[in-house]
């Protein structure tokens, strides 16, 4: 971390120039289906939903992290920093665990983030959606990267946090200010960052919750791009296709994603090299071109952080004859180059309807035939859904379901039992019962559950789930809550 603000930071700033506490309720701002984990939903493809999302939502950077993550800029000043990569274990619900061995700074290879630790310690950590807290970023503060849960074992074993971000920021001449935004319960504060780097913002750890860049700047802002393609699967001949222009934010990149896979239609992503080779100006127009000839809607866009907002802006791309063609994004104004990409069939054949029978079977008949390929936890559910469609009268869509009982045991930790205990009023010794009847973690945690809304009885919904263990666990946790609420 090079450089530090020019202006000094004696503390935490809030979020309006009273410096007081913003208070929100975190709803989203813009309508639209509530954000849930990825495993509630099915994939296009008939693969399983956890795979689907892990492919669809990886992060724009490359394996490789930390400062590999942004394209090679030439107006970006290089820096020769030496940090220890460590990849993560994988959790459901767009979580990671890293577990670190002794004192040190050790920098994520999958999403860049970087950890000052004092001692041998275990990190929990989730990327968030900008959109849902868009009503505590108020100007002259813009979003500067993607937000992040953070949960650690030894919260003060964990003395600083370095976050990515996506804005070029020159040589050195611009002097940006950069702070984070630190959420904590309906509220939230801006907190002075402690450096930053060409790819980071370094932030003084104060207390574990939601923290995101934001950044404030006389100069126009420049961002580090990226292009992402989505083809529509349906019996139609023709090519439908969405171009999403981003910053090469992952909070950006995940909404894109879940806005995707909430659409009416079906899509499927198509993987080409999604970095723009030259920056994008907020506020700018560009164009998008396609050769041969076909309808895009709009062909022309001004450039925003749409980072905040609810639901993502798109190009549409129709083709009423499938051929092989190339896309190109340019700016308008000059016609310089921004991003290119060559289409073939090739791209997408192994889905296309005519190749592949299976993305036409609808969901429920392709859920019959694939009933040998469930997983154990699938097959606990599907068994106990059928005797759990009434109870006493009261239709169990206002109670919580098998399935998003199975959402929610996915998305704990290891502390689980400790929750179950405190939030839940669960006893010892039924849990204990539980494990000595079940191996699979997984289901341990979801006849928890199960037993808590059993003992609940008309009162076993979201809500009332949300409510105990909002003060306890993770965002993601709240987020899937709030979403089965939404539906």
Known sequence: MARHHPEPDSGIESLSADEHELETSCEDSTGGAGELPADTEESDTGRSDEEQEKKESQPVCSESGGED?????????????QREQVTPRRLSGEQYLMKLDAEGTYECSVTGLIFDVTKAVTINYSL?????????????????????????????????????????????????????????????????SMDFSASHVRWLVSSLSPVGPLIRSEEPLLYHGAVVLYKAIDDDPSLLFRV??????????????????????????????????????????????????????PEEIEFVDGSLLKLKSY???????????????????????????????SDWIHYDQNKNEQTRIPSSVKRRKSTNSFSEEEKHCSKKQRSNNYTDGIKTR???????????????????????????QMEMKDIQQIQANEEVVNI?????????????QSNGTAQALCNRLREKV?????????????E
């Open 69 to 81: 993550c942004l394209p090679h800029c030439e107006h970006c000043r290089k820096e020769n920093v």
């Open 128 to 192: 968030l959606s900008w959109s849902k807290y868009a009503g505590l970023v108020e100007p002259p503060w813009v979003v500067g990267g993607p937000l992040f849960d953070v949960r650690c074992e030894a919260p003060s074993a964990l003395t600083s946090i370095a976050f990515p971000h996506s804005l070029c920021l020159g040589d050195g001449g611009s002097h940006p200010a950069f702070k984070v935004l630190h959420i904590k319960g309906a509220g939230a504060a801006i907190e002075p």
């Open 244 to 297: 999403y222009v981003a910053t090469n934010n992952d909070s950006f990149i995940k909404d894109i994603s879940r806005a995707v896979k909430h659409s009416k239609k079906k899509f499927i992503k198509i993987d080409k090299p999604p970095v723009c080779q030259k920056l994008l100006q907020n506020g700018k127009r560009y164009r998008l071109i396609c050769e041969p000839e076909a309808e895009i809607t």
């Open 315 to 345: 190009i549409e791309v129709y083709f009423e004859k499938p051929d092989d063609f190339t896309l190109s994004l340019v700016e308008l104004d000059s016609g310089a180059p921004v991003w290119k990409a060559k289409l073939r069939e």
């Open 398 to 424: 206002s109670l919580l379901t098998d399935q998003q009982l199975m959402v929610i045991a996915k998305l704990f930790g290891v502390e689980w039992k400790e929750i179950a205990i405190e939030c839940l």
């Open 444 to 456: 341990q945690k979801f006849l928890m559950l199960s037993k808590w809304r059993e003992r609940e």
């Open 474 to 486: 993770s965002y993601e946790i709240v987020q899937a809550l709030e979403g089965f609420l939404a």
